[in-house]
């Protein structure tokens, strides 16, 4: 049986001819049914445009996917005509997406928006019971009230579970997540994952669960990849990654996480920035920032090894 979600050696560049810029670059990734996989980088990194193209929702043109493939239950989404994309958003992928105060449309009530996509999946279920059902499943209180609230009446967190009940009104197998905790205070940031923990053994569903937070990886995740200037630099069980991180990129980051309970000084951060697209340095593309850079690092792009058993890093230093 082919895992849920495969993506392999995908490159995709924005732009044409001698403009073209690549700013996925060989992008390999694989998620099993009932696994929750954690995307992990700082900004800039490609984590959102991995997600986007798992469903083709990147405008084409600029984008254009150069090689590899994206396979849904074993089904080239990059073969797909428009219908069979039609019924992969949201159908079989189901996203959460960045900022929802951005996301909903704030002219449309929340009922409004809600029956849109059981409409489109699941004509026979959009009727109002069924949606109130949805609030009452992400925790929102007086659904029948909601119902007929605009976004703005609503506040950040209750905002974010009407993105997941309209994420999850399709019944999707696989929920794209993207950053659903951003602009969020910690304690609705815990509600959410703690959501989203629940309705994946609840539901059965997988999750791609993108975050620039390791801080979060912990508790949620069944394994992680680390994606910088457009590459997964290292993807292994998220228990074993967070013992014993071989990259040094993937080091840095978890440095400069607080620790509870721990008396730490200041914080480190991580020297310079991510490269633009386009920009990206000669050989290892992390090199320029790289605390412990060996004289090679400038000179041969690394290959993604498998390091360890069921692990994966680019980088020949990795001991």
């Given at each position: 049986m082919?895992?849920?979600?495969?993506?392999?050696?995908?490159?995709?560049?924005?732009?044409?001819g001698?403009?073209?810029?690549r700013?996925l670059?060989?992008?390999?990734?694989v998620?099993e049914?009932?696994?929750?996989?954690?995307l992990?980088?700082?900004?800039?990194?490609?984590?959102?445009?991995?997600?986007?193209?798992?469903?083709?929702?990147?405008p084409?043109?600029?984008?254009r996917?150069?090689g590899?493939?994206?396979?849904?239950?074993?089904?080239?989404?990059?073969?797909?005509?428009?219908g069979?994309?039609?019924?992969?958003?949201?159908?079989?992928?189901?996203?959460?997406f960045?900022?929802?105060?951005?996301?909903?449309n704030?002219?449309?009530r929340?009922?409004e928006?809600?029956?849109?996509?059981?409409?489109?999946?699941?004509p026979?279920?959009?009727?109002e019971?069924?949606?109130?059902?949805?609030?009452?499943?992400v925790g929102?209180?007086?659904?029948?009230?909601?119902?007929?609230?605009?976004?703005?009446?609503?506040?950040?967190g209750m905002?974010?579970r009407?993105?997941?009940?309209?994420?999850?009104a399709?019944?999707?197998?696989?929920?794209?997540?993207?950053?659903?905790?951003t602009?969020?205070d910690?304690?609705?940031q815990?509600q959410?994952?703690?959501?989203?923990?629940?309705?994946?053994?609840?539901?059965?569903?997988?999750?791609?669960?993108?975050?620039?937070?390791?801080?979060?990886?912990?508790?949620?995740?069944?394994?992680?990849?680390?994606?910088?200037?457009?590459?997964?630099?290292?993807?292994?069980?998220a228990?074993?990654?967070?013992?014993?991180?071989?990259?040094?990129?993937?080091?840095?980051?978890?440095?400069?996480?607080?620790?509870?309970?721990?008396?730490?000084g200041?914080?480190?951060?991580?020297?310079?920035?991510?490269?633009?697209?386009g920009?990206?340095?000669?050989?290892?593309?992390?090199?320029?920032?790289?605390?412990?850079?060996?004289?090679?690092?400038?000179q041969?792009?690394?290959?993604?090894?498998?390091a360890?058993?069921?692990?994966?890093v680019?980088?020949?230093?990795?001991?």
């Amino acid at each position: 049986m082919p895992p849920l979600l495969e993506i392999q050696d995908l490159k995709l560049e924005f732009g044409t001819g001698s403009e073209a810029l690549r700013a996925l670059d060989g992008v390999s990734l694989v998620l099993e049914e009932g696994q929750t996989l954690c995307l992990v980088g700082e900004s800039g990194c490609g984590k959102s445009v991995t997600a986007l193209s798992i469903a083709q929702l990147l405008p084409t043109p600029p984008a254009r996917y150069v090689g590899g493939r994206i396979l849904v239950n074993g089904h080239n989404v990059l073969e797909m005509d428009k219908g069979s994309l039609r019924r992969i958003r949201g159908g079989t992928v189901g996203y959460i997406f960045q900022e929802p105060g951005a996301s909903l449309n704030p002219v449309y009530r929340v009922g409004e928006q809600l029956i849109e996509p059981l409409r489109l999946h699941r004509p026979a279920a959009a009727t109002e019971k069924e949606m109130v059902e949805l609030l009452k499943l992400v925790g929102i209180p007086e659904p029948e009230l909601r119902l007929r609230d605009y976004p703005h009446q609503l506040s950040g967190g209750m905002q974010q579970r009407v993105m997941i009940a309209m994420a999850l009104a399709a019944q999707p197998k696989l929920l794209i997540a993207d950053e659903p905790t951003t602009a969020l205070d910690v304690t609705i940031q815990a509600q959410i994952l703690e959501l989203l923990r629940d309705l994946k053994h609840r539901l059965g569903m997988s999750i791609l669960l993108i975050t620039h937070n390791l801080g979060i990886v912990g508790d949620i995740a069944d394994r992680v990849a680390v994606m910088y200037a457009g590459q997964v630099v290292e993807e292994a069980p998220a228990d074993q990654l967070l013992r014993r991180p071989m990259h040094p990129y993937t080091r840095a980051l978890m440095r400069s996480v607080p620790e509870l309970g721990r008396e730490m000084g200041r914080l480190e951060a991580i020297a310079g920035t991510v490269p633009a697209v386009g920009a990206f340095p000669s050989g290892c593309r992390f090199h320029p920032r790289c605390p412990v850079v060996q004289p090679d690092c400038s000179q041969k792009a690394p290959a993604l090894i498998e390091a360890e058993p069921a692990c994966h890093v680019r980088c020949p230093h990795w001991k």
